[in-house]
């Protein structure tokens, strides 16, 4: 019988060393990585492989901190008034006073990565896949996307807030960009304040790792956040739904120096009733922007095509950057639309 118990510890031990540390999905463009440890099991991190052709310096970056196994970005479920944090439990920073579920399953699903988490009678699945990113028509951004299912007898309110740490190649305080302004302070954006996407550029003057997030957009089903907040990661990652929000206020962490910037998506909360399921998706990766250096370099960010006939307006954003050595002097930029 001893001899027995022994072997069995044994084989039980080989199998936990041969569990992955985590999971990955990539393509020539960009690969997510999701944590499979006990500690912050489904959290993740997205990185470009090859990045976009036109631009060489932006292989093997990172768009998401977390090397190597992901931990700072994290999804928060509201359930009654209550904040619980998805996947699995943090071993490190973390707001005070959270709750967390039962991790049930995660697994990789061919293209997918799927993680499922139970909060007593509430089912969260997470799932990550490629998404044909409607600026470059080319798989390299990852969709975000969020079933609950309400198993429980009873009705309730059910909110979610995804929070990204964006890192842009080696700048942990990358700036952000949404509409014709560039955000190097704290914000927040709802209603018609929201653009159909937002990027995040290593450095604004000559970007070398472009970003892209899409709130909205019919074709891809995507679920428009009620509210989207750009603030610090300190403030974010300890406030696990609400913070108190100062506008203007730096990306630098309380007490420390350096930049470091994050978002948070937020969708209000609503009822949920009895087996009733809602979906949340959003979508990030690269960023779609189109490129011609010169002393006056442009920059376009447009939708590849589009249905001329859509009465939904389109939103084009040009970037104009002087880098010549003289003023540019009643620059116009004009648009020839057939």
């Known amino acids: 019988m001893r001899i027995i118990l022994v072997f069995l510890f044994l084989c039980n031990l080989?199998?936990?060393?041969?569990?992955?540390?985590?999971?990955?999905?990539?393509?020539?463009?960009v690969a997510v990585f999701v944590t499979n440890t006990e500690s912050e099991k489904g959290r993740f991190a997205i990185e470009t492989t090859g990045g976009d052709p036109s631009r060489e310096l932006d292989d093997n970056q990172p768009l998401i901190y977390g090397r190597p196994l992901p931990w700072t970005s994290y999804t928060t479920l509201r359930i009654d008034g209550e904040s619980y944090v998805f996947g699995g439990k943090s071993s490190k920073r973390m707001s005070r006073g959270v709750g967390y579920g039962v991790v049930k399953k995660q697994f990789q699903n061919g293209s997918e990565i799927i993680t499922v988490t139970d909060f007593d009678?509430?089912?969260?699945?997470?799932?990550?896949?490629?998404?044909?990113?409607?600026?470059?028509r080319v798989k390299d951004m990852i969709q975000i996307e969020y079933v609950v299912t309400n198993k429980r007898t009873k009705t309730h309110q059910l909110g979610l807030r995804l929070m990204l740490d964006t890192m842009l190649g080696k700048n942990d305080g990358a700036p952000f960009r949404l509409k014709q302004h560039a955000y190097q302070s704290e914000q927040s954006f709802s209603g018609e304040m929201l653009a159909p996407f937002w990027q995040a550029f290593d450095a604004l003057n000559a970007p070398t790792v472009i970003a892209q997030g899409l709130l909205t957009d019919p074709r891809l089903n995507l679920t428009t956040p009620d509210r989207v907040l750009l603030s610090n990661?300190?403030?974010?990652?300890?406030?696990?739904?609400?913070?108190?929000?100062?506008?203007?206020?730096?990306?630098v962490r309380e007490g420390e120096l350096e930049l470091d910037t994050a978002l948070a998506l937020y969708w209000n909360e609503?009822?949920?009733?009895?087996?009733e399921s809602i979906r949340f998706r959003s979508a990030y990766g690269l960023g779609g922007v189109a490129l011609a250096p010169g002393q006056l370099s442009l920059g376009l960010a447009i939708p590849s095509e589009f249905d001329a006939l859509s009465p939904d307006p389109q939103l084009l954003v040009a970037y104009v950057m002087n880098n010549g050595g003289y003023t540019s002097k009643e620059t116009e930029l004009v648009l020839d639309i057939p």
């Open 270 to 275: 609503r009822k949920l009733a009895p087996s």
């Open 121 to 136: 009678g509430i089912e969260v699945m997470q799932i990550l896949s490629f998404l044909r990113n409607p600026m470059s």
């Open 14 to 29: 080989v199998w936990a060393e041969d569990e992955p540390k985590r999971l990955s999905l990539s393509n020539e463009s």
């Open 233 to 251: 990661w300190g403030l974010l990652t300890d406030n696990a739904w609400t913070i108190k929000y100062k506008e203007g206020r730096s990306f």
